[in-house]
């Protein structure tokens, strides 16, 4: 009989886990907009899709949607040798963070949109 109920909640434990959500590092971010980047919290996973706009300085662009602009990290591996001009959209998945310059998109995926 024990034997019997140790399958059973073993059983229920594995399936209630097997359902679970992964919520870290990759996992699908809010889609939001830049005016809503500017009150969110430091350190989450956002989705924004606009335009990369300028360049900076090293990694750093220019990015833009309907609502306004902001300060973006993209490291040059994600450009994937890919031709990305002020009018092709993109979504870009990243971390908000803050440095002296304010707040800024530290990006991890830049898909193209067109």
Same mark, same amino acid.
């Given at each position: 009989?024990?034997?019997? @109920?140790?399958? /059973? %909640?073993?059983?229920?434990? !594995?399936? #209630?886990?097997?359902? +679970? ?17 500017? @009150?969110?919290? /430091? %350190?989450?996973?956002?989705? !924004?899709? #606009?335009?990369?706009? +300028? ?60």
């Amino acid at each position: 009989m024990k034997r019997k @109920q140790f399958i /059973l %909640g073993l059983g229920s434990l !594995v399936a #209630g886990t097997a359902y +679970a959500q992964f919520t870290g590092p990759g996992a699908p971010a809010p889609a939001t907009t830049v005016a809503q980047l500017r @009150q969110a919290a /430091l %350190g989450r996973y956002f989705t !924004v899709e #606009g335009k990369v706009v +300028a360049h900076q300085r090293q990694n750093y662009y220019s990015f833009r949607d309907g609502s306004g602009e902001i300060r973006v990290e993209i490291d040059p591996a994600l450009w994937q040798n890919r031709k990305v001009g002020p009018d092709t959209k993109v979504r870009l998945v990243g971390e908000l963070d803050q440095g002296t310059a304010g707040r800024y998109l530290w990006v991890k995926s830049l898909e193209l949109l067109n």
